[in-house]
């Protein structure tokens, strides 16, 4: 059978009929409106770095060559030029796509596809008018272009995210399956409110084979004034036909959202092929080795060096401060399991004292975290400057050496014990395929917050669906996720 636990009180013996269009009108919904109100702002912000990243390549120009000749029409047109090409290239890349817009790695991807798209004729124009040897600054400037434009991405992307949790409601859903998988597409999106996905309404669909009625699922999500209609996998065996939800919802000016059983099979490794003119979803398998995980080994290493330059003197300053404020050195090593199960030395900034570990046992039956995990709010063995030092995550920032030799990586799953590995089953070892990072989605959805089934969820999800966008953005959202203390003690 069929119900809504909004009031509507949809049953198989009550029949909602959807008005029939000769024509079909596509309304538009409240969210879709909010999350298109943004776009002309995106565009704005994008062409403003454009402009910047022009003027400076311009002034460096002149700079570097000594004199005003560099400066000639054909280099101003080309620089002119810049400017509208990039603001076209994202276009075309659909960067200004709401399903991409505050989608972290999808709206990297975009605008890096932009990026390519438009290096390729800024190089060769430059390669056509400039000396050779002001090539670089060229380069400097499109990467400043870049920059602020991820930058600019970034800071509407952070907004939306508070906007979210303070109570902002961009895509109003209907959700539709059996109760188990309602349930558990609710309890996602509360424990993820950075999204603005807010579950109005559900249709509960009858376990024992029933078929629901598509008018039904329309007329709850038309009441609800829904964005989105989330199929769970179970709603799609007791419908007639998808194709003719979909339609009927687009009449009504709502998109629809499938919720596939391989949940944590998202990003790069799916794709929809076609097969006898049928669409065919493929997973492909995880790439654990290969061109792609060298280019990230290499991108760690080189991050990780240039941070440990620029942050030597904050270091040489925090293990000063760990020295003179609790006995003990100012380092702290601690055995962890990296890639493969291979053991290593992880260093961080010393936050126990210097008998935490004898401690332990006299602790264990206080222990807050379910699972492997040790966790305690208000841990004793904690000193006060080690507080801060764990809310802030400075207490982190020597693994930066771990990363530099190999052992971590800068985005990965959180760095697992020797005693927590082993009591892993043969689905959580699986987070022992890639090397442990410094932040990793653990990181940003929570931190020590986080429940164990949660935290493994996560790691694992990462292990599977890992990319370099990914990467980044979760390096962004470290940023804010550090910036807010929040699930750090």
């Known amino acids: 059978m069929i119900a809504s636990s909004a009031g509507l009180g949809l049953s198989v013996h009550q029949r909602v009929t959807a008005d029939r269009l000769s024509v079909p009108v596509v309304l538009e919904r409240a969210g879709s409106?909010?999350?298109?109100?943004?776009?002309?702002?995106?565009?704005?912000?994008?062409?403003?770095?454009?402009?910047?990243?022009?003027?400076?390549?311009?002034?460096?120009?002149?700079?570097?060559?000594?004199?005003?000749?560099?400066?000639?029409?054909?280099?101003?047109?080309?620089?002119?030029?810049?400017?509208?090409?990039?603001?076209?290239?994202?276009?075309l890349?659909?960067?200004y796509e709401t399903r991409y817009l505050y989608a972290g790695s999808g709206e990297i991807n975009r605008i890096g596809i932009a990026a390519a798209m438009t290096g390729l004729p800024v190089l060769l124009g430059s390669w056509l008018v400039l000396p050779p040897q002001l090539a670089w600054v060229v380069v400097l400037a499109g990467g400043l272009g870049l920059g602020l434009t991820l930058a600019g991405r970034w800071v509407a992307r952070m907004r939306a995210q508070r906007q979210n949790r303070e109570g902002t409601v961009?895509?109003?859903?209907?959700?539709?399956?059996?109760?188990?998988?309602?349930?558990?597409?609710?309890?996602?999106?509360?424990?993820?409110?950075?999204?603005?996905?807010?579950?109005?309404?559900?249709?509960?669909?009858?376990?024992?084979?029933?078929?629901?009625?598509?008018?039904?699922?329309?007329?709850?999500?038309?009441?609800?004034?829904?964005?989105?209609?989330?199929?769970a996998p179970s709603g799609g065996h007791h419908?007639?036909?998808?194709?003719?939800?979909?339609?009927?919802?687009?009449?009504?000016?709502?998109?629809?959202?499938?919720?596939?059983?391989?949940?944590?099979?998202?990003?790069?490794?799916?794709?929809?092929?076609?097969?006898?003119?049928?669409?065919?979803?493929?997973?492909?398998?995880?790439?654990?080795?290969?061109?792609?995980?060298?280019?990230?080994?290499?991108?760690?290493?080189?991050?990780?060096?240039?941070a440990l330059v620029l942050l030597i003197p904050v270091l040489l300053l925090l293990a000063l401060l760990v020295r003179l404020t609790s006995r003990g050195p100012a380092l702290f090593l601690q055995e962890r399991v990296g890639r493969g199960g291979s053991r290593f030395r992880m260093v961080k900034l010393r936050s126990m004292y210097v008998d935490a570990e004898?401690?332990?046992?006299?602790?264990?039956?206080?222990?807050?975290?379910?699972?492997?995990?040790?966790?305690?709010?208000?841990?004793?063995?904690?000193?006060?400057?080690?507080?801060?030092?764990?809310?802030?995550?400075?207490?982190?920032?020597?693994?930066?050496?771990?990363?530099?030799?190999?052992?971590?990586?800068?985005?990965?799953?959180?760095?697992?014990?020797?005693?927590?590995?082993?009591?892993?089953d043969r689905d959580t070892r699986r987070r022992l395929l890639v090397a442990p990072g410094i932040t990793g989605l653990w990181q940003v959805h929570g931190r020590s917050d986080l429940p164990w089934e949660e935290s493994k969820r996560l790691d694992l999800r990462y292990v599977e669906n890992w990319s370099l966008g990914f990467d980044l953005s979760i390096l962004v959202r470290t940023v804010d996720v550090v910036l807010r203390r929040k699930g750090a003690y």
């Open 93 to 95: 890349a659909r960067a």
């Open 33 to 91: 409106a909010s999350a298109r109100a943004i776009v002309p702002v995106l565009v704005a912000r994008d062409a403003l770095a454009a402009v910047v990243a022009a003027t400076t390549g311009a002034l460096l120009l002149r700079a570097a060559a000594g004199d005003d000749t560099v400066l000639s029409p054909l280099v101003l047109a080309l620089l002119a030029l810049s400017v509208p090409l990039w603001s076209a290239m994202l276009v």
């Open 358 to 424: 004898d401690r332990l046992a006299e602790l264990a039956g206080r222990n807050e975290a379910a699972g492997p995990l040790f966790k305690l709010t208000d841990d004793p063995r904690v000193t006060p400057l080690g507080r801060w030092l764990r809310r802030t995550s400075l207490d982190e920032l020597p693994q930066l050496l771990n990363v530099l030799v190999g052992q971590m990586s800068l985005v990965g799953p959180r760095p697992a014990l020797v005693s927590e590995v082993m009591q892993y």
């Open 239 to 306: 419908l007639g036909s998808v194709t003719d939800l979909q339609r009927a919802l687009q009449a009504e000016g709502i998109e629809l959202a499938l919720t596939p059983p391989m949940v944590e099979a998202v990003g790069p490794r799916v794709t929809v092929d076609s097969l006898c003119g049928l669409p065919v979803v493929r997973v492909r398998s995880p790439e654990l080795n290969g061109p792609r995980r060298w280019l990230k080994s290499l991108a760690d290493r080189g991050g990780a060096l240039v």
């Open 170 to 231: 961009r895509v109003r859903a209907v959700t539709v399956g059996e109760r188990a998988d309602v349930d558990r597409l609710a309890t996602r999106l509360r424990q993820n409110t950075y999204h603005g996905w807010s579950v109005v309404d559900e249709v509960l669909l009858d376990v024992h084979g029933t078929r629901a009625d598509v008018t039904a699922v329309v007329a709850a999500a038309r009441s609800s004034q829904a964005d989105v209609v989330m199929l």
